[in-house]
């Protein structure tokens, strides 16, 4: 079965220094998102790419986030620098784009941890 | 303003006992309700997509149901195993944006 796949799986970062995320999505998604979760919290929109373009960035914090998805495949999502209040799930997601099924399907998150 | 609220906030279930789990929403133009499950440390896994209103979807003891305002994700005879956060979303949008709710946190004991 097709999968999202992530890494790092858990990432401990000092305060100012930058972090990395990957994401690949299922193969022939289109669309990739990135989230933050916080705990006990829904999933908070951080990007939306379609293809190689960004869709919607309006919740990423743009002075300290950044997020490619150079080839339209996989994508890299990063911090720099990195503060306390960064600490969260960071979760990515694809979809098809194909008529009413936009179904999001979930990797297994990064969990970061900044000190 | 769009909105997802879901109830109750947790849930403690003995194993065999049935119950529901709600999702309240107001969304301009519902193009489709999103139930997912998520386990402690894990990315939310897709349960059911539902579309309209009197639309139902089954899958092992699960059952989601829409009217126009509301979602219910029934669970028949839960076993330990259905101990998860349980989160539901809504679409309202071309940009295909999601509205999440904060969850159900359900535990099934044995």
């Known amino acids: 079965e097709a999968e999202v796949a992530q890494s790092p799986r858990y990432k401990i970062t000092e305060k100012s220094q930058a972090v990395a995320f990957w994401c690949d999505p299922i193969?022939?998604?289109?669309?990739l998102y990135w989230y933050r979760q916080i705990l006990g919290q829904g999933p908070e929109l951080l990007v939306q790419?379609?293809?190689?373009?960004?869709?919607?960035d309006s919740q990423l914090p743009k002075d300290r986030f950044s997020a490619e998805r150079l080839k339209g495949v996989d994508s890299t999502l990063k911090i720099q620098p990195a503060e306390l209040g960064d600490s969260a799930m960071y979760l990515c997601?694809?979809?098809?784009?194909?008529?009413?099924?936009?179904?999001?399907?979930f990797g297994p998150g990064t969990r970061l941890t900044v000190t | 303003e769009d909105q997802v609220t879901q109830s109750p906030e947790a849930l403690r279930l003995q194993e065999g006992e049935s119950s529901s789990l709600n999702c309240s929403y107001t969304?301009?133009?519902?193009?489709?309700l999103f139930w997912y499950r998520q386990d402690p440390g894990k990315g939310p896994e897709f349960l059911f997509t539902?579309?309209?209103?009197?639309e139902e979807k089954e899958k092992e003891r699960l059952k989601a149901t829409l009217t126009k305002k509301e979602s219910f994700l029934h669970i028949t005879a839960p076993k330990p195993e259905d101990s998860a956060t349980y989160l539901c979303?809504?679409?309202?949008?071309?940009?295909?944006?999601?509205?999440w709710g904060l969850g159900t946190s359900l535990a099934v004991n044995p």
């Open positions: 193969s022939g998604h289109a669309t």
């Open positions: 997601a694809s979809s098809l784009l194909t008529g009413l099924s936009y179904e999001q399907y």
């Open positions: 979303a809504a679409n309202a949008g071309n940009n295909r944006k999601l509205i």
């Open positions: 539902l579309y309209s209103a009197g």
């Open positions: 969304v301009s133009g519902l193009r489709g």
């Open positions: 790419f379609q293809d190689e373009s960004v869709v919607d």
